[in-house]
Every structure is written in C-alpha cells, then in structure tokens.
Antibody, heavy 122, light 113 residues
Framework: QITLKESGPPVVKLTQTLTLTCTFSGFSLSTSGVAVGWIRQPPGKALEWLALIYWDDDKLYSSSLKSRLTITKDTSKNQVVLTMTNMDSVDTATYYC??????????????WGQGTMVTVSS | DIVMTQSPDSLAVSLGERATINCKSSQSVLYSSNNNNYLAWYQQKPGQPPNLLIYWASTRESGVPDRFSGSGSGTDFTLTISSLQADDVAVYYCQQYYSSPHTFGQGTKLEIK
C-alpha cells in the first residue's frame, strides 16, 4: 500500500524559505519509472503543478516558479524535499505531494498525500 | 507552457442525468510515436486531495466506477459521467503531462440541480 505524507511549518514569514518534506512508503524512488511530484492549491482555488522528480533524478519545474524551487530526493529515507525561496502571501496554500508511475499512468498522479497547509504571514 | 482550459466553470445536473465536462489544451498532447494522449482527469471533493479518475485520456483508474469515461484526442477532451450520483458532487480537473510543466485546468465545479 502506497502512502505519502507532507510535513513542514504551518506558518512562514514573508521572504523566508519554505522547506517541505514528503515521506512515503510502499514504493522506492530508486525503482525505474517512479516519480514524486508537488502540487499546491490556494484556498478556494485551482491546483497548481510545482515540480516533479524521477527515479533517475531528472527534475521538472513550474516555469513561473522555477527560480524559487528546488526538489531533491533521499532514497534511503524515502523522502522528497521541496524548497521554495522568498515566500510571499500569494504562496499561502495547501501543498500536496503525489506518486506517479510513468509506464502505467504517465505523468499522472495516482496516489496523493493529504496535504499540508502553509500560511505566509508578515 | 501548455494552457488547459476547462468548460464550463460550473455545472448543475439532475441526479441520474449525464454530466459532460470539456478540456481544451493550447497545443496537442497526442504523442504520435505511441498514439497516446497525455491527459488525465481528477475528482476533488471538499477537504480531500484529488483522486485520479482517468489517464491516457480514456483509461479508467482501478476502482473508478464505469459511469466515468474519458474521450477525445489532440487538443479536445471530455469527461462524461453517464448517470450522476449524489457522491459525484466535486470539482473536476484535467491535467496534461505531455510537456513540462504538467499543467492543470482551472477546474469545473459539479453540483446537483
């Protein structure tokens, strides 16, 4: 059974750097074809795709946020970390991590974490 | 970036009736070498994460009721719920994974009439 859980600070201050950790079980990010992504959703708004990391360490980023985002993986800890610099009030959102299996579902996300709400305060 | 545009933004359908949600991509998401459309559909209920319904534009995820179906190719896609149930009230999103970034549509809110 695949599970993912996001963790991180519920509140960050303006201009600070946000670090979020996705801890997963039921799969290995060293297995060919596996990917983990980050998606966010501001309150009452749509989903926004942020970043994706593949089993081979290939990484993809949102065009508009690329300069602020870094995604990394720690295969031994079964974790994926997303950092976002220079946080602003518009970054207040629920942040999700999700699993994908390229060969099976392509770039779709078949299993999602419950999400973690992050509020940016002044 | 590929822009995904859904229509309508909201929809009210009577129980037992058909619901149709459209998704249009700003460029084709059909990969000619394998004839796959790189398009997924998700359902999101209030307070929950999204749930994958359809991938490769028309392949139903395991466990998804067969009243949900996906169709279309190239730039125009449709999610159809053949007979609306009360449990289908949710926001529905399409997503392309043809090219990075793997963008989502703006969502369509489905309600009961």
């Amino acid at each position: 059974q695949i599970t993912l859980k996001e963790s991180g600070p519920p509140v960050v201050k303006l201009t600070q750097t946000l670090t979020l950790t996705c801890t997963f079980s039921g799969f290995s990010l060293s297995t060919s074809g596996v990917a983990v992504g980050w998606i966010r959703q501001p309150p009452g708004k749509a989903l926004e795709w942020l970043a994706l990391i593949y089993w081979d360490d290939d990484k993809l980023y949102s065009s508009s946020l690329k300069s602020r985002l870094t995604i990394t993986k720690d295969t031994s800890k079964n974790q994926v970390v997303l950092t976002m610099t220079n946080m602003d009030s518009v970054d207040t959102a629920t942040y999700y991590c999700a699993h994908g299996m390229v060969a099976a579902v392509g770039g779709a996300f078949d299993i999602w974490g419950q999400g973690t709400m992050v509020t940016v305060s002044s | 970036d590929i822009v995904m545009t859904q229509s309508p933004d909201s929809l009210a359908v009577s129980l037992g009736e058909r619901a149709t949600i459209n998704c249009k991509s700003s460029q084709s998401v059909l990969y000619s070498s394998n004839n796959n459309n790189y398009l997924a559909w998700y359902q999101q209920k209030p307070g929950q994460p999204p749930n994958l319904l359809i991938y490769w534009a028309s392949t139903r995820e395991s466990g998804v009721p067969d009243r949900f179906s996906g169709s279309g190719s190239g730039t125009d896609f449709t999610l159809t719920i053949s007979s609306l149930q009360a449990d289908d009230v949710a926001v529905y999103y399409c997503q392309q994974y043809y090219s990075s970034p793997h963008t989502f549509g703006q969502g369509t809110k489905l309600e009961i009439k």
